[in-house]
């Protein structure tokens, strides 16, 4: 019975250290600003977490918009479900990049109209949330240069949050957002001959 006691004790001690070191964290965080998130890696679901965030901006009422960065299907669900959502601003990258069809004079002009509209959203204080989604690939492939996107991140309003995806970034990105998450790939459906489906893919 003594025993058993002391197990219980030892236990609430343990995590009454634990409580005590994340009131610690949570009391020294005193900086109010916004944040840059960053989701690399081969894993599935880097985008719809993107998309996930967004919505709890929304929830809160806060003002959204996402720069799709990869031509894909003409309607994904997040578009269908977010395209007329009066908080947010969609936009997806016109006639450029897409896995089907490489065309590199027409991704570069796709990338810059992009990127042009990027620019204005990330000086806009209306916008609280971005998702820039995809965006990394710009950078892979040489579409886009990295300086801009760094300054344009540093000098946004302070409240602006923004997060960013793609299988890999440049280090310099890496080494500046404010959050850096990486999902891997441990298994795919797809890769054991299921096909891709509304609503899971895309």
């Known amino acids: 019975m003594n025993e058993k006691v002391d197990a219980v004790s030892a236990n609430e ?7 005590a070191i994340v009131d610690e964290r949570i009391a020294s965080a005193t900086e109010e600003r916004g944040v840059t998130i960053l989701l690399t890696g081969s894993g599935k679901g880097k985008s719809s977490s993107g998309f996930g965030t967004m919505t709890r901006a929304i929830g809160h009422g806060q003002k959204c918009a996402v720069i799709q960065f990869i031509k894909g299907r003409k309607e994904t669900g997040e578009q269908l479900f977010f395209g007329a959502h009066p908080l947010v601003s969609f936009h997806v990258m016109g006639h450029g990049f897409s896995w089907e069809t490489r065309n590199p004079e027409l991704e570069k002009q796709a990338a810059d109209q992009a990127w042009e ?10 916008i609280d949330f971005i998702l820039l989604d995809e965006i990394t690939y710009m950078y892979k492939y040489g579409y886009l240069q990295i300086e801009e996107l760094l300054d344009a991140l540093a000098s946004r309003p302070s409240h602006q949050n923004v997060m960013m995806t793609g299988r890999t970034a440049p280090r310099r990105l890496l080494d500046t957002v404010d959050t850096h998450s990486k999902i891997e790939n441990e298994r795919h459906a797809f890769a054991n001959g299921v096909k891709a489906q509304a609503g899971i893919e895309w």
Not at 13 to 19: N, P
Not at 117 to 126: G, N, Q, T, V, Y
């Open 13 to 19: 001690a343990r995590l009454l250290k634990k409580k």
């Open 117 to 126: 509209l990027a620019k204005a959203m990330l000086a806009d204080p209306e």
